[in-house]
């Protein structure tokens, strides 16, 4: 069974600060993984996408790798602004329960940035 | 051009009554898929739709039921109402079911059951 886990639940920094966000997943044979960013009480808005066979994706100043074997991934945000403070979760796809369409999300990191 | 909308945004229901939540895809998009979201989980998987026909479904009870239209909206049913099923609902569509698309989310219906 598919988990997804992100460390740390909450992070609070200044702002300029670079950081980073952990996601580890249990089982290695996903199709892809995503970054989502949540604002209270909001939709999900896609930061990233990473395939399977990709290492990393870069947007602007945000950067997410991939280490599928390791069930591993890391989003790095450089030079944080107070606007980047929201929930950022990560999702796995992959093959569950016969379904190739449902992503597994993580319980998200709390980013705070103070100015 | 217009996201994911869903409707209605907020919706306060009591134990044991029905309720509707209504989603419209992105243009072109023709695969809409359900999760639930419980404050402070992450989102759960319900259902996916592709053309017309269920191609998913997440552990949860026969009360909640889907269906998509031949326009592609989508609307999700949930009957018998338990306190539980107070959460956060959201649509995603992508173009195809195909895994290596990405998924995008609308804003999501808020239901609280009294």
């Known amino acids: 069974k598919q988990e997804v886990t992100q460390i740390p639940a909450a992070l609070s920094v200044p702002e300029g600060e670079n950081l980073v966000l952990n996601c580890s997943f249990t089982?290695?044979?996903?199709?892809?993984l995503q970054w989502f960013r949540q604002d209270p009480g909001k939709g999900l808005t896609s930061l990233l996408l990473i395939q399977s066979s990709q290492r990393e994706q870069t947007s602007g100043r945000l950067n997410a790798s991939l280490d599928k074997s390791s069930g591993r991934s890391t989003l790095y945000i450089a030079a944080s602004q107070p606007g980047d403070s929201a929930t950022y979760l990560c999702?796995?796809?992959?093959?569950?329960?016969?379904?190739?369409?449902?992503?597994?999300f993580g319980k998200g990191t709390k980013l705070s940035v103070k100015p | 051009d217009a996201g994911v909308t869903q409707s209605p945004t907020h919706l306060i229901k009591t134990r044991g009554q029905h309720v509707t939540l209504r989603c419209s895809p992105i243009?072109?998009?023709?695969?809409v898929s359900w999760y639930q979201q419980v404050l402070g989980q992450g989102p759960q998987f319900i259902f996916q739709y592709y053309e017309k026909e269920e191609r998913g479904r997440g552990n949860f009870p026969d009360r909640f039921s889907a269906r998509q239209f031949p326009n592609y909206s989508s609307e999700l049913n949930v009957n018998a109402l338990l306190l539980g099923d107070s959460a956060l609902y959201l649509c995603a569509s992508s173009l195809t079911a195909h895994p290596q698309e990405t998924q995008y989310f609308g804003p999501g219906t808020r239901l609280l059951v009294l």
């Open positions: 243009s072109g998009h023709k695969s």
């Open positions: 999702a796995v796809r992959g093959n569950y329960g016969g379904s190739q369409g449902n992503l597994i």
């Open positions: 089982d290695s044979a996903i199709y892809n």
